[in-house]
């Protein structure tokens, strides 16, 4: 079992920033790839980045790459994701996800067998 926990989302004025953490404890952190989805208001859930065990490798939806950067931190149990450059389509609440070894899919929402009570952000002026 592993519990996630999100925090950091909140209020951004468009071209802003936010950086989004996630908590992990219980099985070992550096045994799963994470990721990022969200849900905006009457859509579903979408792949946002996803970044491999080791922090070596890193995959990014088209509408944030450039924009947002994922990464982790295994010693602390932790993945980030750092939000530049924000539009008001980024609005939504973000998921984080743990994604355990086996299919090399990191797009595919089931692939993610755990998940976290997301965080909302809202990107207005």
């Known amino acids: 079992q592993v519990r996630l926990v999100e925090s950091g989302g909140g209020l951004v004025q468009p071209g802003g920033s936010l950086r989004l953490s996630c908590a992990a404890s219980?099985?070992?952190?550096?045994?799963?790839?994470m990721g990022w989805f969200r849900q905006a208001p009457g859509k579903g859930r979408e792949f946002v980045a996803a970044i491999i065990r080791s922090g070596g490798n890193t995959y990014y939806a088209d509408s944030v790459k450039g924009r947002f950067t994922i990464s982790r931190d295994n010693a602390k149990s932790m993945v980030y994701l750092q939000m530049n450059s924000l539009k008001p389509e980024d609005t939504a609440v973000y998921y984080c996800a743990a994604k355990p070894p086996g299919s090399d899919n990191y797009y595919y929402i089931r692939a993610y067998t755990y998940w976290g009570q997301g965080t909302q952000v809202t990107v207005s002026s």
């Open positions: 219980g099985r070992i952190f550096s045994s799963y790839a």
